[in-house]
Nanobody
């Protein structure tokens, strides 16, 4: 499984960014795809996930109502649309994958950095 995240950058508070995660090497119909982030000096935390087969999504409370996760089956790509960004959203964002029968996120992409200025 290969995961390639992109789309990070610098944005002002209140702005938007869309992250992409291109997935390859597997058929992902039995996978959850997730987004995590790690801010400087903090532990990595869950942001959101989507069940590939159904499109069902899950969000951390801190991003509910502002972030939206979706997937494009034809492009084998997962997106994280981030709106109303806050300085506390500044972090390196990672995409990950796990089988829906597993509790372990076994596959990780490289991070993409998001910086939100106040």
């Amino acid at each position: 499984v290969q995961l390639q995240a992109s789309g990070g950058g610098l944005v002002q508070a209140g702005g938007s960014l869309r992250l992409s995660c291109a997935a390859s090497g597997r058929t992902f119909s039995r996978y959850y795809m997730g987004w995590f982030r790690q801010a400087p000096g903090k532990e990595r935390e869950f942001v959101s996930s989507v069940r590939w087969s159904t499109g069902s999504t899950y969000y951390a409370d801190s991003v509910k109502g502002r972030f939206t996760t979706s997937r494009d089956n034809a492009k084998n790509t997962v997106y994280l649309q981030m709106n109303s960004l806050k300085p506390e959203d500044t972090a390196v964002y990672y995409c990950a994958a796990r089988l829906f029968s597993s509790s372990n996120w076994n596959y990780w992409g490289q991070g993409t950095e998001v910086t939100v200025s106040s």
